[in-house]
């Protein structure tokens, strides 16, 4: 295995499963608020509200396998040793260029998703 396999997997789980919740629940908002479902377009929107949040939540996770990839050590002294040196706000260096890269992937794909559902899935 390689360094940062755990923490990859620490990361990608926790993203996916929050992704996938946060959009469901924006689409079941906009189909209570509006009556119907959204368009493609509206789906690639609530696809990327849904990659923010899911980024803003796991970007630690990230900033610690990227470090234990370069540097090696475990996931708490990893941890321990960017907080002590730069503080807590390091744990969120790179929230622009993660994000964006996320919304990029994430907001076509769940859009996509939405349509292969269905019109009324989940509704």
């Keep these: 295995m390689y360094a940062g396999y755990f923490a990859t997997i620490g990361r ?3 993203y996916t499963a929050l992704q996938f919740s946060v959009f469901e ?3 079941n908002l906009w189909y209570r608020s509006k009556g119907k479902v959204p368009s ?3 789906s690639v929107q609530l696809g990327a509200m849904a990659a923010v949040v899911s980024s803003a939540a796991t970007l630690p996770i990230d900033v610690l396998k990227s470090n234990i990839m370069v540097s090696g050590g475990t996931l708490a002294s990893t941890a321990r ?5 730069r503080g807590v706000g ?14 990029a992937k994430w907001s076509v794909s769940m859009a996509v998703f939405r349509s292969l559902r269905g019109p009324d899935a989940g509704h």
């Design 81 to 85: 040793s960017i907080v002590a040196a």
């Design 40 to 42: 493609f377009v509206q």
């Design 90 to 103: 390091a744990l969120y260096s790179g929230f622009p260029s993660y994000t964006a890269i996320n919304i």
């Design 25 to 27: 629940g924006l689409d």
């Design 12 to 14: 990608d789980i926790p």
